[in-house]
Every structure is written in structure tokens, then in C-alpha cells.
């Protein structure tokens, strides 16, 4: 089955201590991105990749990092949370096709709270 | 950038009513492409409809690219279409993020 798959779905951690969310895809996607979503302000992009080895910050990429070695695989590191990250985080990839891209898939989500 | 504007903001339904979402946005799209978002969070793809029209069910879309809007029909309502829609755009330079609207908050009630 094509999906994306996040993990942890729901994590509760305290300020300052390292954590990663990994994201998988199985479509063979060249693009991929992390979002947050956030009451009264929607979906904002925090990074986004269009190949391996290739990323670029997004909207709201303070405290975050990125990695993406392998064109499955773009994990999410928080290196020193804080309670305003407590958010619900969505991974999504999605095809390109030449000079555009195709319909985009979205991860079932991870709702981190820090405390 | 690209706005994306949606409307209502806000719509309750009886069940078995008909409701059409709209999607206006600034400039010309590569991508275009309406989300359903559950009670649960998960984040449905419903189509992919940077131009014409689609139907899958008792929900279709249709984009006119030349007026730079979108359209999406709920026929039939049930309580299971609860939830948010979005609309998500790509603008004409490709390669680019999907820059979302704010969504409508659709509840159906019995």
C-alpha cells in the first residue's frame, strides 16, 4: 500500500531534550516536507526536500533540522524543544514531473507536546 | 507569494444537504489540490484538479485556471464529511511548496 508513515503518532516530552520524528515513503517520491498545524493558523511548512542530499527551509524552520540521505527517509529533529512547538506535525511527499508536481500525500501525523 | 483565500469559513448542514466550498487564489497554479481533514487529524487527498473537473462519489471539483478558482460540491452531506477542507496550490514556478488556505470547517449534523 503507497503511504507515509510518521512515527511516534504522540510524544510528550520536557524542554531541552533532543527528539527525532522519522517519515518514510514508499512511492518513490522526490519531494518531500514537514508542516505543523496549529490552531487559528493552519498548516505552515517548516522544511521541504526535493531530493536527496537537497533540502530548504520553509515558513517556520526556526529550531528545526533536517535530513535527507536517502530519497525514502526525512526524519524531523527538534535539538532543544520548547513548549512552543507543542504541535500537531504532518511529513508529506509527493512526485515531480518535470518542471511541476503531483498530488501530494500526507503522513497520519504526530501530536508532540513539550513540556 | 501566492494567497490562497477559501469561503466560508464556517458552514453547518443538515444531513443529506448539498454545500459547495470555493478556493480563489492570486495567480496562476501548477497545483491544485483539495484535502479533507477528519475529526482524527488525518489529512485525506480528495483531488488533484489544477484545471477542469472531477468527480469521485457524491464530491467533485472543479478548477477554472483562467479565473483563478476552485470549486468543490458535497452532494447528499452525511456526518462522516465533518471535518476540514482544504485547498492547496502550487503557483506556475514549480517545484514549489503547496501553500494551503486557512480551511472550512464543515459540520454535518443528523
Known amino acids: 500500500e503507497a503511504q507515509v508513515t510518521q512515527n511516534p503518532r504522540y510524544l510528550i516530552t520536557v524542554t531541552g531534550k533532543k527528539l527525532t520524528v522519522t517519515c518514510s515513503q514508499n512511492?518513490?517520491?522526490?519531494?518531500m516536507s514537514w508542516y505543523r498545524q496549529d490552531p487559528g493558523l493552519g498548516l505552515r511548512q517548516i522544511y521541504y526536500?526535493?531530493?536527496?542530499?537537497?533540502?530548504d527551509k520553509g515558513d517556520v524552520p526556526e529550531g528545526y533540522k533536517v535530513s535527507r540521505k536517502e530519497k525514502r527517509n526525512f526524519p524531523l529533529i527538534l535539538e532543544s524543544p520548547s513548549p512552543n512547538q507543542t504541535s500537531l506535525y504532518f511529513c508529506?511527499?509527493?512526485?515531480?514531473?518535470?518542471?511541476?508536481?503531483?498530488?501530494?500525500?500526507f503522513g497520519p501525523g504526530t501530536r508532540l507536546t513539550v513540556l | 507569494g501566492i494567497q490562497v483565500e477559501q469561503s466560508p469559513p464556517d458552514l453547518i448542514l443538515q444531513e443529506g444537504a448539498n454545500s459547495t466550498l470555493r478556493c480563489n487564489f492570486s495567480?496562476?497554479?501548477?497545483?491544485l489540490q483539495w484535502f479533507h481533514q477528519n475529526p482524527w487529524g488525518q489529512l485525506i487527498n480528495l483531488f488533484y484538479?489544477?484545471?477542469g473537473t472531477k468527480q469521485n462519489g457524491r464530491l467533485s471539483a472543479t478548477t477554472v485556471a483562467t479565473e483563478r478558482y476552485s470549486l468543490l460540491y458535497i452532494s447528499s452531506s452525511q456526518t462522516t464529511d465533518s471535518g476540514v477542507y482544504f485547498c492547496?496550490?502550487?503557483?506556475?514556478?514549480?517545484?514549489?511548496?503547496?501553500?494551503f488556505g486557512k480551511g472550512t470547517r464543515l459540520s454535518v449534523i443528523a
Open positions: 508529506a511527499s509527493r512526485n515531480r514531473r518535470g518542471g511541476y508536481t503531483d498530488t501530494q500525500y
Open positions: 484538479i489544477p484545471s
Open positions: 492547496a496550490v502550487e503557483g506556475r514556478m514549480g517545484n514549489t511548496p503547496l501553500v
Open positions: 526536500s526535493m531530493n536527496v542530499e537537497v533540502t
Open positions: 495567480d496562476s497554479v501548477n497545483n
Open positions: 512511492m518513490n517520491h522526490e519531494y
